[in-house]
């Protein structure tokens, strides 16, 4: 359709059905992030000492317009809290080291895993795969880990990739919400 055949190109038609059917007009470029720089600062407020900085710095990316940093930044923080629920399980290094020696004993770069810092050695895809087999999360979240690990590969690396705004908000609400959260992670640490 074009402006002749009765189409006009402005928002005034949009407006004028949406006060008719009382339906709110607002502005969703500036609501959604607000909405996910809301989800980051509550996440931040209440994370564990061990990665609440990683979140804070993340806040300060965004804000900053530095989105490669929030990125990186939130993907620190996803990974820190996955470590933590590896450590806070009362067998997690003890069931995640059998799926990794199952999995890939016979590779070259094996590495026993038997503390937190072991887990520095297995490259996170690796990793993710690891606590799908001992039943960390299943897969559905490592596939949302797996495009995230994407989008922060490119954003972390030397690829002349350009990440949007939007693009970054919809990160930080699926990791938080869907992982920092714990909402898709099956293991419940142990109490001491």
Known sequence: MTATDGWEPSFDRLREFQEAYRLPVSDIARQAPAQALHSLRD????????????????IDCYEAGAYRGAVLMVWAATIEHMYSVIAGHQQGFKLLQAENFK?????????????KNDLLYVNDANFFLLCEDAGVFNKNARSILDDALKTRNRCGHPTGYTVGREEVVIFIERLINNIISGAMIDWIPARA
């Open 103 to 115: 999995r890939f004993e016979k590779s070259s770069g094996y590495r026993k895993i038997g503390k």
């Open 43 to 58: 996440s931040a407020q209440r994370a564990p000492a061990s990665y609440r900085q990683y979140l804070e710095e993340a």
